[in-house]
């Protein structure tokens, strides 16, 4: 592999690590909180690459207003979820079992949904921008790919401050090290779960539609998931920063394998490669080990 | 008469791996969700083992269960050690690496074309009397000690581990006997279908396997049963409802989770003693378990 070529995968590669980083930080917030895989968040990510696809299709071409109202849907569709389907189990204090069952299967009905309506079709989203592509010595880079990165690391910048520097931001951080105590402290546990599900509803947004612009909009679309999933493990389940990293080099990586062995083999290497991180360095990246506590 | 016969056959392979799943889930309390891949394993290895190197039937049988063991055992020894969503979400991964392979190894397996041309070998008969067993030893499974501690692991790990319950042993012991069981009645459906894709089981697939079994209730084998039955049964007889079932079936879980956590069957079991209580007006022994 040239060098050209090398970095130029590399830089695609990373592009697309972070939109697998948004991916396992709206995984990741939903499973500090109330500690369960929250698969419903491929459901959210699958409906917003729809409606990113009808807006762009049907409503505006233009890529900022396509993309905002997208994220705002998939922030409500991420508030509906939780109200209808995890507030409930929720209040009956049902165990953590019965969450991630009712979220399997928001992403079940959803993917059976879009399968049941549109399962023929493949929906391509419109190119938005005239000139696609920067030239900078050689290299090639596209400018969706640039946006997604730098809108991803906006995004994610974002969030911190807000986790950090705010006081709804400190409610969830510290739901997220114990959700008994903060009741007691005067927060209120149903608006700190509603935001947090909120929070992952935007992501799943930006996800969604960065998803449906570099591939094709199909049922599946919300299987793309598992790559989320899988820097939220490699990262370390628990710790958003490991996610980012995680996701950011999974893309590297990915890119890199797909580009040096083909794209049959990339899946086989990275999945074996997690099964070896998890013999010798379960905790992952942030090296946070995740016990169950009593 | 032949399609009713299909239809029957089908619905008994999927029961025996609903029954499988609900060793894991229902008993033990943990979620594969690439127990799929185990069914595809065990598809592969029977139909490769007769159709690329001649072995007879029974042979490949026994082949495809110890492969699906040998994956098990893969994915098992480093994710059962930590929190359960390690493993859950390594078996999804797994799901997906087996498909990979299958898709990889084209040469040998057929890849993305499928394997044609397994022999047809096993017909209702066969099928039954497997299903048969399964179901007469995950339905003792439940009141063996063994069992007993696989539900008191799901209900309370640390409590379990505080009373000198070896965790990982059972759990792995558990996972094991359920890829073997889904990796045999895969070889089955092999047999049975007598053309196997790698597309055959994705994780929704396996996620609904899960999901039957929280319908019928995870404390009854009788509920996994007839929920399974029913789904299965109902999607071959009404292809044209094919896609939405599945919708329906959503719904109805999430409805059944919210307002009866318990499942439609509850704890409920159907066995000798509760026939006998219906016609003796006494207390039957299993009702209050």
């Keep these: 592999m040239g060098s050209s070529i090398f970095f130029q995968q590399l830089i695609n590669g990373v592009s697309l690590g972070g939109v697998y980083a948004v991916m396992a930080v709206g995984f990741g917030i939903v499973f500090n909180v109330l500690k369960f895989s929250n698969f419903s968040h491929g459901g959210v990510v699958a409906i917003s690459a729809y409606v990113g696809y009808y807006l762009s299709r049907n409503v505006t071409d233009n890529f900022w207003l396509a993309l905002a109202a997208t994220t705002m849907i998939g922030g409500a569709v991420g508030l509906l979820v939780e109200r209808l389907v995890f507030r409930p189990v929720r209040r009956a204090g049902k165990p953590l079992t019965y969450f991630f069952v009712n979220s399997i299967t928001v992403a079940m009905v959803v993917q059976q949904f879009f399968s049941a309506m549109w399962g023929a079709h493949y929906f391509a989203y419109p190119d938005f921008f005239e000139r696609t592509a920067f030239h900078v010595s050689g290299l090639v880079i596209s400018r969706t790919y640039l946006l997604m990165l730098v809108i991803s690391a906006v995004v994610l910048l974002a969030l911190t401050l807000f986790l950090r520097a705010t006081k709804l931001g400190i409610a969830i951080r510290a739901a997220s090290s114990d959700i008994y105590t903060p009741p007691l402290m005067g927060v209120n546990t149903d608006v700190v779960t509603g935001l947090t599900f909120v929070i992952a509803g935007l992501l799943a947004g930006i996800t969604g539609f960065f998803l449906g612009m570099t591939y094709t909009v199909t049922p599946f679309i919300g299987s793309m998931m598992l790559r989320g999933i899988i820097a939220a493990i490699i990262g370390g389940m628990g710790s958003l920063a490991g996610g980012v990293i995680a996701g950011i080099l999974l893309g590297a990586v990915e890119a890199l394998l797909i580009a040096e062995v083909g794209s049959s083999v990339t899946p086989i290497i990275i999945y074996l490669g997690i099964v070896v991180l998890l013999l010798v360095r379960p905790q992952g990246i942030a090296g946070k080990p995740y016990t169950v506590k009593a | ?289």
């Design chain 2, 1 to 289: 008469m032949v399609f009713y016969a299909k239809v029957l056959e089908t619905t008994l392979l999927f029961t025996m791996f609903v029954l499988s799943v609900y060793m894991l889930s229902g008993l033990t309390g943990l979620f594969s969700l690439g127990h799929g891949a185990f069914i595809t394993i065990g598809a592969y290895t029977a139909g490769l083992a007769t159709t690329r190197f001649g072995l007879p039937i029974w042979l490949s049988l026994i082949l495809a269960v110890v492969v699906g063991m040998i994956g098990g055992l893969i994915i098992g020894a480093p994710t059962l050690k930590l929190r359960r969503d390690y493993f859950l979400l390594v078996t999804f991964g797994f799901g997906e690496m087996v498909r990979a392979l299958l898709l990889w190894t084209a040469q040998l397996t057929g890849g993305a074309m499928g394997l044609a041309g397994i022999p047809y070998a096993a017909e209702l008969p066969l099928i039954a009397v497997s299903t048969l067993v399964v179901v007469l030893f995950v339905a003792n499974l439940k009141k063996t000690a063994f069992g007993r501690t696989c539900i008191a692991i799901r209900d309370d790990e640390l409590a379990a581990q505080a009373m000198g319950v070896n965790v990982y042993a059972h759990k792995i012991k558990v996972f094991l006997l359920s890829a073997a069981i889904a990796s045999y009645g895969g070889a089955l459906l092999a047999f049975n279908m007598s053309f196997i894709e790698p597309n055959l089981f994705n994780w929704l697939e396996s996620a609904k396997l899960i999901v039957i079994i929280f319908v019928g209730g995870i404390n009854s084998v009788t509920g996994a049963l007839i929920t399974g039955i029913f789904y299965y049964s109902f999607g071959e007889l009404f292809r044209f409802a094919h896609v939405w079932r599945d919708v329906i079936l959503g719904l109805l879980v999430i409805l059944v989770i919210v307002f009866r956590a318990q499942g439609v069957f509850g704890s409920w079991e159907f066995s000798p003693a509760w026939i006998r209580s219906r016609f003796h007006r006494r207390p039957a022994r299993n009702q209050e378990a």
